[in-house]
């Protein structure tokens, strides 16, 4: 495509994520998406992406090489038994180091949790996970390591703990732009990780059916 056109997918990338991460990605068209861009081509998006979900595609895997490589490394140095903190830690950890890694003011965690408000989006947001084996090895063997759960609250205490870690990412993005919080997103990092193993763990006092089908369970 040449320098120009990668500049351009980029710029639009950038926008995107931006004007997604503050309303919504219903509330955006892709003419916003272009002006804010900086272009008067208003068919920028179909013509750097080939349509709106391709677009919405290349900003979910943007970042995926980086988190995948952190992911492999904290995988890679797991015991044979791992406890179950760890295994959280190899999913959580390389997503708020790089929401870490980004400047201020950031918009990755809100992105993708107004992503997964977004019905339609699901199966983009799984294809990201079907698509890392070490991933699906990974969330295999918390399956295992929570075995004793049944698999309707298994996947409801998932679809709680996909919710708490994109919304306590996302909210504290925010607040790190607006000086409200001094980023310190390694704690963040393992705060997230006990309140996740806590909740994967806690007894069940009440058993019963209370999400048949869950929401795809989304990785960064």
Known sequence: MGQHGDKAREALLDAAEELFAQYGIDAVSNRRIAEHAGTANHSAV?????????????LVTRHTADTSRRRAELAAALN?????PELLACLILPWVEHLGSLPVPSWRARF?????????????????????PLTEDLIRRL?????????????????????MVLGVSAEYEARI???????NWTGVGYFLIDSSA??????????????????????P
């Open 46 to 58: 179909a013509y750097h992406f080939g349509g709106r979900e391709e677009l919405i595609r290349a």
């Open 80 to 84: 044979p038994n791992p406890a179950l």
């Open 112 to 132: 993708v949790y107004q992503l997964r408000a977004v019905p339609s989006m699901h199966e983009v947001l799984a294809g990201s996970v079907i698509a890392n």
């Open 143 to 163: 399956e295992a390591a929570t075995g004793k759960l049944a698999p309707t609250t298994r996947y409801g205490r998932s679809w709680i703990l996909g919710n």
């Open 177 to 183: 732009q607006d000086g409200a919080e001094k980023a």
């Open 198 to 219: 806590g909740m994967l763990s806690a007894p069940v006092t009440h058993p019963g059916d209370f999400l048949t089908q869950p929401s795809a369970v989304y990785v």
